[in-house]
């Protein structure tokens, strides 16, 4: 065969050159839609799958020229803006036909430009009348984008939130709006806004919501919203954002699946005080679809929810954001409406989210007062369950002897994130390098574990012995099976080296060492608003330092285990192979003797 042929059939593959083209940029896909007819057609749709600026793909309409606007006060930008140069011709909309249709996902984010420092350098954004060219120029069925299944409007300025309606249509599947409560205009208000959304998108099922100010000024109008979209499966609120009505509401939602929160880093979380108390009216029947639950309220009204309704027999993934710390009894009946009620459930986070509006309680709780191995026991009764996260704000009341119990007791487990990144304190936690070995003994599904340890005080934990010495059977060195991801948070460390020599017993190669905080950039708040003292967060930045040093000798160490490991097993081979070697050449040489003996009898010679 013709290696030339084989190299030009390769080029005409689709599925190869749409993997190919999924790694380049738009420069080099438009230099890789010029080669020829059929790179064309699919460099074009890699280009033009996702938009994130509206401005490219209009000038492919008509070109595009600055012309004065009036200035928002929200914005405060020069008075500039892109507008339309000329009339948009019926031949244009057939030309951009070509590219139109190849737009899947629109995304139009101009939340940023609100918060620019210097507004000299703020982009120049569309002018209205834009949008109004579209709309009255656009031919039958009036659809300018006739694929597009999803689209995020995030605009910078309440006036400019009706703009995106122009790209609604009923294929839409998937939506994201930032909402303003008032909209500067007399003739388009939230609401009459939001039932135009549902008018054009009749088929959408999944709904990502941010809000300018908390859900509490928006409750009546998102309630219109959601009344009007009878097809919903997913939706994402911000977390203080689903407050019992907005649940209520949900819950007559027949296709409803997922009830997501929005992580505080992509939208603003709202006011904890909109779900402070949180009773909804829950029927019977509510939730018919219902599978994956995330809503935030106090523990102890957490726990009544699941105690006074039906679905959460139907769920798998249940993720419970606390407004508030509890008691360890509050959060033990929590645990017991789980058991009882989620018989179902395979994943389980509980969180308590740090945040400037609830400072942390300074001093700490005593030990007494924090979740100990009795807060958890129910949940070793939940049968279904698999995956478990929890983060608090100081260290839980745990010792080694608590993990060898909860590694006993919950063998099945794949995911444990327990506390792992606690507010740092002077005093290291009760929990040692020690707490390792149960879970690599008891838990052989284990993919994920993270915890809060005392790393300062390395185990005399021996070595992992030759498999020939008898010592080998006698002190057995677990070792984790599955374990792809170990988080320590900022755990207490002295030196890095007998720590990674430890860890290497115990972690496969390639399991990943996880350091470091993420509550504090939640909300974007710096270790000062979390009151940390400077002497702690000076530590902090050494554990974290010494950490990453593990991080980088543990694939090192654990290669090198490993090797030796595979030299003394082959050694072994050897060893067994000259020990049954010598044993046939003692049996051959009893058989020539008993052979000597034999001819020495039958002939009469004596030795």
């Known amino acids: 065969m013709d290696p030339a042929f084989g190299h030009r059939a390769l080029a005409h593959i689709d599925e190869l050159l749409v993997m190919i083209f999924s790694y380049l940029d738009d420069r080099a896909l438009a230099r890789a839609a010029c080669v020829c007819k059929h790179w064309s057609d699919i460099a074009l749709d890699s280009l033009w799958f996702e938009v994130n600026d509206l401005k490219k793909i209009l000038t492919v309409l008509a070109p595009l020229t600055l012309k004065p606007e009036r200035v928002s006060v929200l914005t405060g930008r020069p008075p500039s803006a892109y507008a339309f140069k000329r009339e948009i011709q019926d ?18 984010d101009h939340r940023h430009i609100r918060c ?31 694929n597009l299944q999803s689209i995020l409007w995030y605009p910078c300025a309440p006036e400019r939130q009706p703009l995106g309606l122009v790209f609604l249509h009923p294929r839409v599947k998937h939506l994201g709006l930032h909402l303003y409560r008032t909209v500067n205009s007399p003739t388009q208000t939230l609401p009459a806004y939001l039932s135009q959304v549902c008018r054009q998108c009749t088929s959408l099922t999944t709904l990502d919501l941010c ?125 017991c409406a789980i058991r009882d009620r989620c018989t179902s459930l395979v994943t389980l986070s509980v969180d308590y989210i740090i945040a400037p509006d609830h400072p942390l309680t300074i001093p700490a709780p005593p030990l007494q007062d924090r979740p100990s191995i009795v807060t958890f026991r129910p949940l070793f009764a939940a049968r279904c ?69 005392n790393a300062q005080c390395v185990p005399t934990q021996p070595p992992l012995p030759p498999l020939s010495l008898p010592s080998a059977h006698d002190v057995p060195v677990p070792r984790f099976k599955r374990l792809e991801s170990l988080a320590v948070g900022l755990s207490a460390i002295t030196k890095p080296e007998p720590v990674t020599l430890f860890l290497s017993q115990l972690l496969p190669l390639g399991c990943r060492v996880c350091c470091g905080l993420r509550w504090p950039d939640a909300f974007d708040i710096a270790m000062e608003h979390a009151l940390v003292p400077v002497s702690v967060r000076a530590a902090m930045s050494a554990c ?24 003394i097993e082959a050694l072994e081979q050897a060893m067994l192979a000259m020990e049954l070697s010598s044993r046939r050449d003692k049996q051959r040489l009893c058989s020539l003797e008993r052979e000597v003996q034999d001819l020495r009898g039958r002939t009469g010679m004596t030795p």
């Open 544 to 567: 974290w330092a010494r950490w990453n040093d593990v991080a980088k000798l543990l694939p090192i160490a654990t290669k090198a285990r490993m090797d030796e490991k595979a030299r």
């Open 91 to 108: 031949a244009d909309w057939r030309r951009f036909q070509r590219y139109s249709h190849r737009v899947r996902r629109l995304c139009h």
């Open 211 to 335: 809000l300018e100010e908390p859900m509490a000024n928006f409750e009546n109008d998102v309630l219109v919203l959601l009344h009007g979209l009878l097809h919903l499966q997913r939706i994402s609120v911000p977390i203080y954002g689903l407050t019992p009505r907005l649940l209520t509401a949900l819950s007559h939602l027949k296709h409803l699946v997922t009830i997501n929160l929005i992580h505080p880093a992509r939208a603003e979380p709202g006011n904890r005080a909109d779900v402070a108390e949180y009773s909804p009216a829950i029927a019977n029947d509510a939730f018919p679809a219902l599978r994956n639950l995330s809503f935030s309220a106090q523990v102890m009204d957490g726990a009544q929810l699941l105690r006074d309704t039906l679905f959460p027999a139907q769920l798998t993934e249940l993720h419970f954001k606390t407004t508030v710390t509890a008691s360890p009894f509050a959060l033990q009946q929590f645990f």
């Open 116 to 146: 620019a420092v210097d507004r000299s350098k703020r982009p120049a954004l569309l002018h209205s009348k834009v949008f109004d060219d579209l709309r009255s120029t656009c031919p039958a069925p009036k659809i300018i984008f006739p």
């Open 385 to 453: 369950l698999r995956n478990f996260e929890l983060r608090w704000d100081y260290s839980l009341n745990l010792a080694d002897e608590d993990m060898d119990e909860l590694a006993r007791r919950w063998p099945s487990l794949e995911s444990l994130q327990l506390n792992s990144e606690p507010v740092p304190e002077s005093d290291g936690p009760s929990l040692t390098l020690r707490a390792l070995l149960p879970f690599a003994r008891h838990c052989p599904n284990l993919r994920h574990l993270g915890l809060h340890i």
